[in-house]
């Protein structure tokens, strides 16, 4: 198949992003029988330490984000992941004793101690910034030579899969969370002994690693915008002395490119007019080199995307759905999703989304707002709203998934160790990544988990609202081959309950792809459990949020309300430079109203959406079939256990699963129908809009309303009064959403993006 392009120059702009991976769809699952056993396991891939601009060392945040019940989180695995660019703290030293270990003893120097402050100092290599003793390190100096060492140690040293990567300021665009594991963590290191005192020299780790971060460094230096380094890895600009990196991509301009800095072999695109556009294309090439170098091993999932607003032709800001369809086209397999429930949940503006955020930009967009103005549920507008950018992606058969993330750096007027935030949380502890971790009888391995997330089987849940799904869908046919709702759901049970998927012929789970004869019956069988018991939340007093409907129910003790079924047609590829390929979100009023409701779906450009897409069944306690409780024979916990039968279906699609601890109806939370309203009202950074009272009394902030809730203020309705507001807001606000499975009907659209 061929697309014939109009010669304008947007078509030929599309030509040049695009190239020849237009249709280059990797497979990235199987669906057969005899799939390698494994489990979902919880993790984390975004968060910050004194590596970049965190508060805190990259042992303490291993510990609290790993660590058992009372001393941590206990997340499964754990990607370290700062921003791109320069820095000047060595994070590789510890805030106290506490934290020592023998290749890494406290020094007495904290992790805000800078490198060249450090005893012995340590010199930053390449085209240095700063004055001594304050000047910065290249984050790929630090990654290469220091974080990396740290990071393989750790893991070894607490037998957890820790590995490196890194949130990138991305050219033409804000930032994603990525890494290049190539040469991290190697098999040898499970039966390397571990030192038992530190290497201390300089300009040397206190631990000499078995494995290397070389192609996660030489990438940093290529391609983050942030990284304006020009010495190609080197000790110093012009010395041959060191890494000596290309940033060449096969088949693309390199040196024939208008942006291609011959001294520093990489693309350094000029700022001012067309800086959005050339760093676009930049970010392009970037999935390319990682595809060709590293297809298999390497991720890129852009990070709080609509954050940022929209797309700036002229700047370095957010995404439009054209380029999260333009980055899956050039690396199928690497930019595989979107991590569209951001971290920052106890902001004062939840996910660090508000409007007119971004009121320095210049230009035209000088009153720009994040996109969607505001989260939804926690949830940025491109993956809360059903049918908008994530179900236009979805609608084409995309390989494109949705993620979470911590996004952690500090608790904001509180220290680490507290429990209370009016910033963030730390990783594990309200929101988690659940990925399918093939890994057999083997331990699980960054390459796993890595493969894990590529697939898309995956589901993401805030505040421990679930932690185990088993979601499946089956084809049922008259006659010999027909399933009953029961037969299906055993399946699904027997999933959940043993925390793993299914593997039979004829069903698939999230990530996967049934393919069905036309007028075959679907049988979807959803399992979950609710966990028993408090979750992380510090706070025993009743929810302010559901009191409004007369539900007396603990923030530490959230109880799932309803799940809902999302179904969506299939419809295939867009052509690039066609008139639905590309479109930016409504900004500002367009979409968001100042009384807090939105436009709707009709104002939205045909390129970011799917009008196809809606809520077809909404399961809870009640109604008319209503979910069924059950215990685990394998445990003995707690599931609820639901199906849903599509008839005779003669069109490829797919289904996808949301929940929430709110029913309909909550104001200031959730509509009629259940969906989430814009988080305005519980936004601190804007008293005025303030919705909810906080009004339990307690002895402490932690059984009554804390001191540190906002007070509402001028036009709010209780204005006044302390308000649902920070952290109370995202433990009294909780959601979960699975990825979807693909049903292709022979004789309709393929589903292109999965095997």
């Not at 979902?40 to 042992?59: E, K, L, P, R």
């Not at 608790?411 to 057999?440: H, K, L």
């Not at 510090?538 to 530490?556: D, K, M, R």
């Not at 008319?624 to 008839?647: C, E, H």
Request: glycine share 12%; proline share 6%.
């Amino acid at each position: 198949m061929r697309f014939d392009f109009p010669r304008t120059p947007i078509a030929l702009a599309a030509l040049a992003v695009i190239g020849s991976a237009t249709l280059a769809v990797a497979p990235t699952t199987a669906t057969a029988a005899g799939k390698t056993p494994g489990k979902y396991v919880a993790g984390d891939f975004h968060n910050h330490t004194t590596c970049s601009d965190g508060s805190i060392s990259m042992q303490k945040l291993v510990k609290k984000a790993t660590g058992p019940a009372g001393d941590g989180w206990g997340l499964d695995w754990f990607v370290q992941a700062g921003h791109g660019g320069n820095g000047n703290r060595n994070c590789t030293l510890t805030e106290d004793e506490s934290l020592a270990t023998p290749a890494y003893p406290h020094t007495g120097q904290g992790p805000t101690t800078t490198w060249q402050s450090t005893t012995p100092a340590i010199a930053p290599k390449g085209l240095a910034s700063g004055t001594a003793p304050n000047a910065n390190m290249w984050r790929w100096q630090s990654i290469q030579e220091f974080q990396y060492p740290l990071i393989e140690y750790l893991g070894a040293l607490k037998n957890v899969p820790l590995f490196a990567g890194v949130e990138s300021v991305v050219a033409g665009h804000e930032h994603a969370s990525m890494s290049v594991i190539t040469g991290q963590i190697p098999l040898s290191l499970d039966t390397a002994t571990l030192p038992t005192s530190p290497v201390i020299a300089a300009n040397t780790s206190r631990y000499t690693a078995l494995g290397n971060a070389n192609a996660l460094a030489q990438w940093e230096y290529c391609f983050d915008r942030n990284d304006t380094d020009t010495s190609r890895g080197n000790t110093a600009v012009g010395s041959a002395i060191g890494n000596n990196w290309n940033c060449s991509v096969t088949g693309s301009l390199n040196a024939a490119d208008p942006s291609w800095n011959a001294t520093a072999q990489k693309l350094i695109p000029a700022g001012g007019t067309g800086t959005g556009t050339k760093g676009h294309l930049k970010t392009v090439e970037a999935l390319k080199w990682m595809a060709q170098n590293h297809g298999n091993s390497s991720y890129y999932v852009p990070a709080h995307l609509e954050r940022a607003g929209p797309f700036n032709p002229n700047g370095n800001n957010g995404f439009n759905v054209e380029h999260l369809r333009n980055f899956n086209n050039a690396a199928p397999a690497v930019a595989f999703g979107f991590e569209t429930q951001p971290g920052h949940g106890a902001s004062a503006n939840r996910g660090e989304y508000q409007v007119l955020r971004n009121g320095g930009f210049s230009g035209t967009f000088t009153t720009v707002d994040s996109v969607g103005g505001t989260t939804y549920g926690g949830t940025g507008v491109y993956g809360a709203q059903v049918g908008g950018v994530w179900d236009a992606l979805l609608g084409e058969g995309r390989n494109f998934w949705f993620f979470a993330s911590s996004d952690w750096h500090n608790r904001g007027i509180f220290g680490p160790d507290d429990r209370r935030s009016t910033q963030d949380f730390q990783p594990g502890e309200y929101q988690r990544n659940y990925t399918m971790v093939r890994n057999g009888s083997d331990k699980v391995r960054p390459q796993t988990v890595v493969n894990g997330l590529r697939t898309g089987n995956n589901f993401a849940a805030s505040g421990q609202l679930i932690d185990r799904l088993g979601f499946i869908a089956c084809a049922s046919y008259p006659g010999i081959a027909a399933r009953t709702n029961a037969s299906v759901e055993a399946l699904a049970v027997a999933a959940a309950t043993n925390n793993t998927d299914i593997d039979t012929s004829g069903c698939a789970t999230m990530g996967e792809k049934l393919v069905v004869k036309s007028g075959a019956e679907i049988v979807v069988s959803i399992v979950v459990r609710d966990p028993a018991g408090s979750n992380n939340s510090p706070y025993t007093f009743a929810n302010p949020s559901l009191l409004q409907v007369g539900i007396n129910q603990p923030l530490n003790n959230p109880v799932l309300d309803h799940i809902d079924l999302v179904r969506g047609l299939v419809t295939g590829y867009k052509t690039p430079g066609a008139a639905d390929y590309s479109g930016e979100w409504p900004r500002n009023t367009d979409w968001l109203k100042a009384d807090g409701t939105t436009a709707g779906l009709s104002v939205v450009p045909a390129a970011a959406k799917n009008t196809s897409a809606a809520v077809i069944k909404t399961f809870s306690g009640a109604g008319s079939t209503p979910w069924v409780a059950f215990q685990s024979g394998v445990d003995n916990t707690g599931f609820l256990k639901m199906s849903y039968r599509i008839p005779a279906v003669t069109a490829s699609q797919y289904v996808r699963l949301r929940g929430t601890n709110l029913p309909a109806s909550v104001p200031y939370e959730t509509d009629a129908n259940g969906n989430p309203l814009a988080d305005v009202y519980t936004n601190a950074n804007d008293t005025t809009r303030l919705a909810i009272p906080c009004t339990t009394v307690g002895t402490t902030d932690f059984n009554g309303c804390p001191a540190h809730l906002a007070t509402a203020s001028g036009a709010s309705p209780i204005a006044g009064k302390k308000a649902v507001s920070f952290d109370v807001a995202a433990w009294a606000d909780l959601w979960f959403y699975s990825n979807p499975i693909y049903v292709q009907v022979n004789g309709s659209t393929a589903v292109a993006g999965v095997q």
